[in-house]
Every structure is written in C-alpha cells, then in structure tokens.
C-alpha cells in the first residue's frame, strides 16, 4: 500500500494517522523515528516547515498545523458543514457522523457554533426547529447536542401528523384490542354508528385518520344523552354529520418525553373530548347485528365496549397509538 503525500486536503494528524497504519501493516517493529523520516518525505515541495528541527511525530503534527494552508483547509470543512443538509428519510447516523468528523478537521469545539451549524442543516422542518432550540438551549455538552438532533429527527418521523396520508390504530392498553367502527348501528340508543374495543389485532376497521378539520368518514362521537349499552355510561358512536374533538392526553406527564406539545408512534395516552369525557373499554360485550346482502342473513357478532365518562382516569382509560 503507498504512502499518501500530505498535501493540505486532510487534518495532519489524519494524515499521520494513515501513514502510521500503512507502516505497521507493511512492518510491526517499525519505530516512531522511521516513521517521521517517512512522514517528512512525503510533504509536498510548496508547504515548506523547519523540518531539519522537527524530532517527534507531535512536532511534525503541530509544525503542519501552524502552516498557512491548514488555515484555509479548515476555512474549506467549515464551507462544507455550512452547505450540509440533512435529507428526510436519509440514514441520521451517517450524517452525524459525518457532520461530527468535520467539525472534529475545523477544529470546531464551541458547543453554540455546534449548535448554529446543526441547525441549518434542518432548519426547513420547522417541527425540527422549534424543538432544537428548545431542547438545546441549555445544553453544553457536545455528545447530548448530537444525541438530542438524533432524537429529534427520530420523533420527527414517529409523530403524529394532520394529515390525509396519516391513519393511525388507537390500541386498548389493559385488553390489547383496537378502537374501531364499521358500518353496523347500534339497535338502541343513538342507532348511530358503532365504536368498540374490536380484535387484538389491526385489521380494516381499526384506522383511524387524526384530523384538524371535520371529517365523514369514522369520526369518533360521544353523545352525553345517550347512555351505552351495558354499562350505562356515555354512548360512543360515529356520525358524519356531528363533529366533535378527541385529544390525546398524554397518561404520565412526570416523564421528560412526555413533556412535548404532540403525540408519536407508540405514545400510551388518554382519548378526552372537548365537554372532558374520556373514553374507556373494559372487558365488557354486547352484541350487534352486522346485515349482509340480499343472499345472506344478518349475523350476530359480540364486541367489547367503548364509552365516555368523567370520572378519575385510571388502567382502563389507557390507550396506545400505533401509526400505520
């Protein structure tokens, strides 16, 4: 393997670092002293260092350092960690490793320069941003600088967004099954769209779309008229023409990642509406009739129930969003 001829396009110590690596290869008795004879012979002409004085592979590292070209090829790592972009989607752990290494060539050790530079580098996104400066704002350490953009961009891709592309399953802690709605009415009560605690499993009934805006299509209402079929507390139902909000309370608000103002992937929260009625499912059932086409008789099937109430939340009013 041939010796690189350091030429300003790399850090010294890189450089030395390479040349040092090839000679143990080549010779594992080398000593420090043939491998300097060999660094001071492979420097280009034009960057001209006191070599006769230089007696130790840190003087030579320090004596290369103190060269006007290690000056502009720091300036030019700069130049390129200010064009850096972070892709979404792209891979978090090469980017920041990559990022990392150069800062390390500019010399770049002040955690506020760190900062303003990582930033920049997302800043379009402005979910990344607001939560960057925030998270950042009284850190110094530069591992945790790194360690929370790498925890940002993961929540950024977890999270739950207003969105026609985004369905999510809303999952019952206590019973493991999925919140869901089909187009079978309840026989008393509102007779108005079913919601129940349906299989442990997602299945085609279970999607959800979290929305801003009113929607028709398997919106969750709760009727404070109207009570449910077994227990006698709030009937749950869908209804295209009424709309009403669902907010997601995050259970435990002493944990640091539940401090943030939005949900994400795996998230366990409470399901509460705008008049503070919160949805529960215990292993409680009652049965529906789901009718078939004209060939088929109507068939009876056993669902486990979903009602809103406003007592003291607890294990049962638990709920775990999974994005599809």
């Not at 840190?58 to 004596?63: R, S, V, Y």
């Not at 979404?88 to 770049?108: K, M, S, V, Y």
């Not at 009718?291 to 007592?311: A, I, L, Y």
């Amino acid at each position: 393997m041939d010796i690189p001829k350091y030429d300003a396009t790399v850090h010294p110590k890189e450089w030395m670092d390479r040349v040092h690596a090839i000679c143990l290869v080549n010779n594992n008795n080398i000593k420090d002293k043939d491998v300097l004879k060999l660094c001071k012979l492979h420097i280009v002409p034009w960057i001209t260092i006191p070599i006769e004085s230089i007696n130790s592979l840190n003087e030579l590292i320090k004596a290369l350092m103190l060269h006007s070209s290690f000056k502009l090829y720091k300036d030019s790592i700069k130049d390129e960690l200010n064009r850096m972009k972070f892709e979404e989607g792209g891979n978090i752990i090469q980017f920041l490793g990559t990022f990392r290494l150069h800062c390390n060539n500019a010399e770049i050790t002040d955690p506020q320069e760190i900062k303003n530079l990582l930033l920049k580098t997302y800043s379009s996104n402005e979910f990344f941003k607001n939560e960057f400066l925030k998270r950042v704002s009284p850190v110094t350490s530069i591992d945790e600088i790194f360690k929370i953009y790498n925890n940002i961009v993961s929540d950024w891709s977890k999270i739950i967004k207003y969105s026609p592309d985004c369905l999510i399953a809303i999952k019952h802690v206590q019973t493991g099954r999925y919140l869901s709605s089909c187009e079978t009415k309840y026989e008393r009560g509102s007779q108005r769209q079913v919601v129940y605690a349906g299989e442990q499993m997602q299945h085609e009934n279970s999607w959800w779309y979290p929305t801003c805006i009113r929607h028709t299509h398997k919106e969750p209402y709760q009727n404070n008229k109207v009570m449910s079929p077994v227990t006698f507390y709030t009937e749950v139902h869908c209804f295209p023409y009424i709309y009403a909000n669902l907010s997601f309370v995050k259970t435990d608000q002493t944990k640091e990642d539940n401090e943030t103002p939005y949900v994400k992937d795996q998230d366990k929260v409470y399901l509460k509406t705008d008049a503070d009625y919160i949805l529960r499912s215990q292993d409680v059932t009652f049965k529906i009739k789901r009718k078939q086409n004209k060939t088929m008789p109507d068939s009876t099937f056993e669902v486990r129930e979903v009602v809103g109430h406003k007592e003291k939340a607890g294990g049962d009013d638990e709920w775990i969003i999974e994005k599809k």
